[in-house]
C-alpha cells in the first residue's frame, strides 16, 4: 500500500458506520425466527441473516479485504485482497427482537487470516442499536463514539477512557450453572453499595454501560459449558481491543482475552471485561 491507496480500514468503518441505518430499518417486518441454525446451533433470526448477507455483500467488496467471515455463517467468504480480514456479529444480541431491546452490530478488524488471535486486530468497534444510533471504534490505542444519523456519522467523544469509579455490573448465564468461585466473585462485587446491577441481555448493549459509567461485564465458563457462550473471533476479542484501549482490561479467566489463541473459526471464550481492578479481582478470585 502505498500513501496514495485508501486505507481498507477506513472504508471498513465508514461502510458499517453508512449501513446501520440500513440495518435498524431492515429490522422492521424481520423480528421472526428463520428456520435455520447458526454455527454455534442457535436459532437465526431473520434479521440475522439479512445483516450478514447485507454486510458481506459491501465488506468483502472493498479494496484490500481479504476474508470476510461471520457468526452466522460456517465459512469464510475469500474476498480475493490480503491486506484485512473482517469477522463480524451482524446482530448481536438478537434474542432481544422479540422484546424490542437494544441490540447491536460488532466487527473485528484483522491483519492476519482468520482465525486469528485478538493480538492481530488493527481495529475493532461496535454499532448500539439503542434508542438512537451509535457506534463505538477503536484503532491505534484510542476509541472514539459516534452518534449515527441516516448515512452520517458526528464524532461525540474522543479517547474515550472508561470512569474510574466503577458504578455498573452485569453477568450472563444461568446462575446455578455458574462455578462456585465465580459466584463468590459476584457476591464481593455486589455487596458494594456503590455498584449497580445492570443487564439486557446484548452483550453489546451491556457492555456499552460498562465503557459509559465503568465497571464489569461477563459472560463466564458455565458448569455445562466450559468455554462459555460467546464467540472469540467475532464477539470476544473486538470487544476486548476496545475495553483495552479505553484503559480497562479483559480475561479469560487467567489471560488477557487479546492473548487466547484461536483453534477454530467459531470457538467460544469465557469474557470478561471491565475496569482493570475489577479483573484483576476476577482473576484472583479464579486462579
Ligand atoms: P443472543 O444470543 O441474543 O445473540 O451473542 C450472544 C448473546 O445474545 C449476547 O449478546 C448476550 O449477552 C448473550 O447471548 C445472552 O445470552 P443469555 O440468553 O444466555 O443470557
Avoid at 149 to 173: C, H, I, N, Q, S
Avoid at 182 to 192: P, Q
Avoid at 268 to 275: I, S, T, Y
Amino acid at each position: 500500500m502505498t500513501a496514495s491507496d485508501p486505507d481498507p480500514v477506513d472504508d471498513i468503518v465508514a461502510t458499517i458506520a453508512r449501513s446501520a441505518a440500513e440495518i435498524r430499518q431492515g429490522l422492521v417486518g424481520r423480528r421472526g425466527k428463520a428456520d435455520e441454525e447458526n454455527p454455534s446451533g442457535e436459532t437465526q433470526a431473520e434479521a440475522d441473516i439479512w445483516a450478514d448477507e447485507l454486510l458481506a455483500d459491501r465488506l468483502s467488496s472493498i479494496d484490500g479485504v481479504g476474508q470476510y467471515a461471520s457468526e452466522e455463517r460456517s465459512e469464510i467468504i475469500d474476498a480475493g485482497d490480503d491486506q484485512v480480514y473482517i469477522a463480524v456479529d451482524p446482530l448481536d444480541g438478537s434474542s432481544n427482537l422479540k422484546s424490542n431491546n437494544t441490540m447491536g452490530t460488532v466487527f473485528g478488524i484483522y491483519d492476519e487470516p482468520l482465525p486469528a488471535p485478538g493480538s492481530a486486530l488493527v481495529a475493532s468497534g461496535w454499532i448500539l442499536y439503542g434508542p438512537i444510533t451509535t457506534m463505538a471504534c477503536a484503532r491505534d490505542g484510542s476509541v472514539t463514539k459516534y452518534e449515527l444519523t441516516g448515512g452520517g456519522r458526528t464524532v461525540v467523544e474522543e479517547d474515550v477512557t472508561l470512569p474510574d469509579e466503577p458504578l455498573v455490573y452485569g453477568f450472563g448465564g444461568r446462575v446455578p450453572h455458574w462455578h462456585d468461585d465465580f459466584r463468590e466473585y459476584v457476591r464481593e462485587i455486589e455487596s458494594d453499595p456503590g455498584h449497580k446491577l445492570r443487564y439486557g441481555g446484548a452483550m453489546i448493549g451491556d457492555v456499552n454501560q460498562v465503557l459509559t459509567y465503568g465497571g464489569i461485564f461477563a459472560y463466564p465458563a458455565l458448569e455445562d459449558s466450559p468455554r462459555g457462550k460467546l464467540r472469540l473471533q467475532f464477539e470476544g476479542n473486538p470487544i476486548a481491543y476496545l475495553i483495552e484501549s479505553a484503559g480497562g482490561r479483559s480475561s479469560d479467566g487467567s489471560q488477557s482475552i487479546l492473548e487466547v489463541e484461536p483453534t477454530d473459526l467459531h470457538d467460544r471464550v469465557p469474557l470478561h471485561v471491565g475496569n482493570t481492578g475489577f479483573i484483576d479481582q476476577l482473576e484472583a478470585a479464579l486462579a
